[in-house]
Nanobody
Framework: QVQLVESGGGLVQPGGSLRLSCAASGISFSWSNIGWYRQAPGKQRELVARITSGGNIYYVDSVKGRFTISRDNARNMVYLQMNGLKPEDTAVYYC?????????WGQGTQVTVSS
């Protein structure tokens, strides 16, 4: 019943921007912690940003000042605004919903930063 759907990925030039969205259903969204992860071929999955149910926010050092995570509990949506994109940001981006000891993942959305 739990479903997560990411959208907003695509091809963008270095320095460009994208806004990723994750729509959640079938879960108590407002009580959940939400994270954005990314994984590139041959690389380990990496936590990019996380926002807790209480509003605490974490960013990995490499995206600080460029990415912004936010949530809209009324719409069961979480967003990742990505500015100043770099080629090393290229990856499949996944949203992750944490509820108690459960973890849920979407299918991911591809972000490619290239000239």
């Amino acid at each position: 019943q739990v479903q997560l759907v990411e959208s907003g990925g695509g091809l963008v030039q270095p320095g460009g921007s994208l806004r990723l969205s994750c729509a959640a259903s079938g879960i108590s969204f407002s009580w959940s912690n939400i994270g954005w992860y990314r994984q590139a071929p041959g690389k380990q999955r990496e936590l990019v940003a996380r926002i807790t149910s209480g509003g605490n926010i974490y960013y990995v050092d490499s995206v600080k000042g460029r990415f912004t995570i936010s949530r809209d509990n009324a719409r069961n949506m979480v967003y990742l605004q990505m500015n100043g994109l770099k080629p090393e940001d290229t990856a499949v981006y996944y949203c992750n919903v944490e509820r108690l000891q459960s973890r849920f993942w979407g299918q991911g959305t591809q972000v490619t930063v290239s000239s």
